[in-house]
């Protein structure tokens, strides 16, 4: 599989504050599909590329079908919101898993690569941006250090702590009422047992109010 569309848009973002002005003539950025099409890092996109002129080419690896029409969204997306009258966007989307090699095969001598510093490649689980500083006599730009946790991640990770807080507050509310039974059976019995029912009832009421 080998698409490209071509788009009268520049495509980068980088987290170095100034670019070189230098012989490139493209900035190759390597998308992975889990990266986020965040209208900040557009804006940082669109920033970097009308200040070099460059001409950018979006490459991105894809093996499934399904993943591939959303993959190509947020590139037509990015690409679109960046558009410019100077500078030009190419997006490729080919099958494979080989980074560094369609990087090999993409670049030509001048060009300017960008990835994502979370990208891990091959086995080892290396850095992709290590792996084409080690591969290519080229330079490359770290583009977001990590990888943006999703909105369903997040919901699922506030809702894991909730019910963990709950529960734990729960627990040990039951152990102090049950050390409370063992007291005599007088008016301060009572007392303390009501007393720890408003509390517990309180704290998992706070508890969960953080995560709503």
Not at 20 to 42: H, K, N, Q, Y
Request: proline share 3%; glycine share 4%; hydrophobic share 50%.
């Amino acid at each position: 599989m080998n698409k490209i569309n071509s788009l009268s848009a520049p495509v980068v973002y980088s987290s170095a504050s100034t670019f070189d002005r230098g012989p490139a003539r493209r900035l190759i950025v390597l998308f992975p599909a889990s990266a986020s099409d965040d209208p900040a890092i557009t804006h940082r996109i669109w920033e970097m590329a009308s200040s070099t002129g460059l001409d950018v080419l979006f490459i991105s690896l894809c093996n499934e079908y399904n993943e591939e029409a959303q993959l190509r969204r947020k590139l037509v997306t990015m690409a679109a919101v960046v558009r410019d009258r100077v500078v030009s966007t190419e997006i490729m989307i080919e099958s494979g898993r080989d980074w560094v090699a369609m990087a090999k095969s993409a670049w030509r001598q001048g060009d300017v690569l960008a990835c994502y510093g979370w990208h891990k490649v091959g086995l080892r689980r290396r850095s992709l941006y290590e792996a084409l500083r080690s591969s290519l006599d080229a330079t490359v730009y770290v583009l977001a250090d990590e990888l943006p946790m999703s909105p369903t991640r997040s919901k699922v990770l506030a809702q894991t702590l909730a019910w963990v807080g709950s529960i734990v507050i729960i627990a040990g509310f039951l152990l102090a009422e049950v050390q409370i039974v063992r007291l005599p059976q007088d008016w301060t019995h009572s007392l303390l047992l009501y007393l720890c029912l408003f509390m517990e009832v309180g704290l998992i009421w706070g508890w969960n109010s953080i995560f709503m």
